[in-house]
């Protein structure tokens, strides 16, 4: 990827001529600031994201852009670290001059974009799990939350799991913002379910070395292993774990599948681990909006949209329409034409901003990886188990983020 990150597509350009000279003149694109982890432990699931904001990007100047203007996306590489994803999201606005800013995908670094973004005035739709980016201090009127959040993750599939696998557990979680948010949403999910907490083992980031702590985990017995470990964390944990046999004494469940982890870990690894996920390519079977974006993605890349590539490609997309409601690129302005127009569809069905946080509601899926003499083609690695509706109740009120 080039350092300047420039999406055209046929038409675009033929748009642009069409427009009245005087909008020409004040700018010939509208810059949007991507900050992602290219490198690091997110590596994969960051250049997944990546390409979703690419194809929205092609298709947005596809059709002429908005409000005739081409969309450039300018991509910089976080590192997984919160004071570089600070400089470089400063970098995008001050030396770019980028008008937006979408992005962010490790919990932590999110917060550092985000107080860049609220200094400089900037919209930032964040596509990262964060409790705390939609709520006080954090949170701003120009602050926006596209994915879910650790608090209805965990939840959701805390509960499922509950009712659906067992009710004595042992959780492992990454010790950063997303692990500690899961496991605390965990262990309450469990008590209101009347479970049993055996214990937690917490692990520093990037440091997947869980050999010392199994032998506790397996002695204690527990019915099901629920695991916060993500990216190549995860795959390093599902191994350990299957060298000493628990995968065949236990379940094993985790707030979250990522995709490109799966693929790269393999359907041997992942059989039978549950997990939820925010979008699966087979969901195009029975969701109209998902049969669209799946054929459109498909077509472009030979190969289907994963799941963080959905969340870049939808806050990008989102960004367009608040940009097209608001008829200008004011922050502010686009900001309150989405709060004025909360509902969308652009890839799985309805979702919605919650006007006291910006917090997208959405559903979710509980998934299960398939044996691999049933996985369907390179993709086709997991089992869709339950539908988990979009529900405000899932997430914290509104007053228990001190909005309200």
């Known amino acids: 990827m080039n350092r300047r990150s420039f999406l055209t597509a046929t038409g675009a350009g033929a748009a642009a001529l069409a427009f009245p000279a005087v909008l020409r003149a004040q700018t010939d694109t509208i810059r949007v600031g991507f900050p992602l982890p290219l490198t690091g432990p997110f590596a994969a699931l960051g250049g997944d994201l990546q390409r979703g904001a690419i194809f929205a990007g092609e298709e947005l100047n596809a059709r002429g852009g908005v409000l005739g203007r081409k969309i450039e996306i300018l991509f910089r590489d976080d590192q997984v670290k919160p004071a570089v994803g600070a400089q470089r999201t400063k970098e995008l606005i001050e030396n770019e001059k980028v008008q937006f800013v979408v992005g962010g995908l490790a919990a932590h670094v999110q917060m550092a974009i985000n107080e860049q973004t609220k200094k400089a005035g900037i919209l930032f ?37 509950a009712q659906n696998l067992g009710k004595k557990w042992w959780i492992v979680y990454a010790d950063y913002a997303w692990g500690k948010q899961c496991n605390n949403v965990l262990i309450e999910t469990l008590r209101k379910h009347g479970g049993t907490l055996l214990g937690t083992t917490p692990y520093p980031l990037g440091n997947a070395e869980f050999v010392a702590h199994l032998p506790k985990i397996q002695a204690a017995r527990p019915e099901v292993l629920v695991s916060a470990t993500p990216g190549a964390d995860n795959i390093a944990f599902l191994k350990q774990v299957a060298s000493f046999g628990m995968k065949k004494e236990m379940r094993i469940a985790q707030p979250l599948h990522w995709m490109p982890t799966l693929k790269e870990g393999g359907s041997d690894l992942y059989t039978d681990v549950y997990g939820g996920i925010n979008f699966y390519w087979e969901l195009e079977e029975t969701i109209p909006q998902a049969r ?25 997309i989102e960004l367009a329409r608040g940009i097209e409601l608001a008829k200008s690129t004011d922050s ?15 890839y799985k069905g309805k979702q919605w901003w919650r006007a006291c946080d910006d917090k997208s509601f959405q559903d979710l899926w509980i998934v299960r990886g398939r044996e691999p003499s049933k996985v369907r083609g390179e993709w086709g690695l997991l089992d869709v188990v339950a539908r988990i509706p979009a529900n405000e109740e899932l997430d914290r009120t509104c007053a228990e983020k001190g909005l309200a």
């Open 125 to 161: 739709i964040s596509v990262s799990q964060s409790d705390e980016i939609s709520a006080k201090p954090d949170t701003s009127p120009i602050t926006f939350h596209e994915a879910l959040n650790p608090t209805i993750t965990c939840r959701a599939v805390g509960s499922w799991v």
């Open 292 to 316: 669209r974006y799946v054929a459109a993605y498909r077509k472009r890349f030979n190969a289907p949209p994963l799941d963080y590539c959905s969340y870049g490609y939808s806050g990008i």
């Open 332 to 346: 502010m302005a686009v900001a309150n034409a989405l709060r004025k127009n909360p509902v969308y569809d652009h």
